[in-house]
T-cell receptor
Framework: DAKTTQPNSMESNEEEPVHLPCNHSTISGTDYIHWYRQLPSQGPEYVIHGLTSNVNNRMASLAIAEDRKSSTLILHRATLRDAAVYYCIRTDSNYQLIWGAGTKLIIKP | NAGVTQTPKFQVLKTGQSMTLQCAQDMNHEYMSWYRQDPGMGLRLIHYSVGAGITDQGEVPNGYNVSRSTTEDFPLRLLSAAPSQTSVYFC?????????????FGQGTRLTVV
């Protein structure tokens, strides 16, 4: 199955770091790992993507395991506006994004 | 920048009616796609296009048609609406079809078929 495995939900406190895990044990050597998030009643929003090495951007960091079978999205300092469903996505053989149900992130003030 | 624009935002159809969901992007992206999202689930690919004049089926294409006459526009047609097509529809575009660049999504069309 090309879908990734994520926890259904996670809770975190505001202004603390958040580590969102993802398992993708069947990933091929050329598949990118993508993360998108979806705020309530909005379209998905790109967060970050990577292939092998760790990646950083203004929104988050992506840590990819050396064997590429798992990865972790890191929000360095969560705010209430980061409450969303976070999707860890890989591509299939036709380069299409394969979406699972994602992780609902709850931020507690 | 407008990005990806979808119209309408909301629509109610009667069973058997047809309609077209509009999608336009102003980023000169070659790759465009349509997804549907049912409650509590991730997105499922309906159809996609890798350039003007080229379309292909995704995971759930039945009951939907697409065409791509220009780079900017990628309309989705429901041929004969059914209650099972009640869903939120998202259009997306990206520079690369190979999943190596970010995808931009519209705000969605919430469709109810009664």
């Amino acid at each position: 199955d090309a879908k990734t495995t994520q926890p259904n939900s996670m809770e975190s406190n505001e202004e603390e770091p958040v580590h969102l895990p993802c398992n993708h044990s069947t990933i091929s050597g050329t598949d990118y790992i993508h993360w998108y998030r979806q705020l309530p009643s909005q379209g998905p929003e790109y967060v970050i993507h990577g292939l092998t090495s760790n990646v950083n951007n203004r929104m988050a960091s992506l840590a990819i395991a050396e064997d590429r079978k798992s990865s972790t999205l890191i929000l360095h300092r969560a705010t209430l506006r980061d409450a969303a469903v976070y999707y860890c996505i890989r591509t299939d053989s036709n380069y299409q994004l394969i979406w699972g149900a994602g992780t609902k992130l709850i931020i507690k003030p | 920048n407008a990005g990806v624009t979808q119209t309408p935002k909301f629509q109610v159809l009667k069973t058997g009616q047809s309609m077209t969901l509009q999608c336009a992007q102003d980023m000169n992206h070659e790759y465009m796609s349509w997804y549907r999202q049912d409650p509590g689930m991730g997105l499922r690919l309906i159809h996609y296009s890798v350039g003007a004049g080229i379309t292909d089926q995704g995971e759930v294409p039945n009951g939907y048609n697409v065409s791509r006459s220009t780079t900017e526009d990628f309309p989705l047609r429901l041929l004969s609406a059914a209650p099972s097509q009640t869903s939120v529809y998202f259009c997306a575009s990206s520079y690369s079809r190979k999943g190596t660049t970010e995808a931009f999504f519209g705000q969605g069309t919430r469709l109810t078929v009664v």
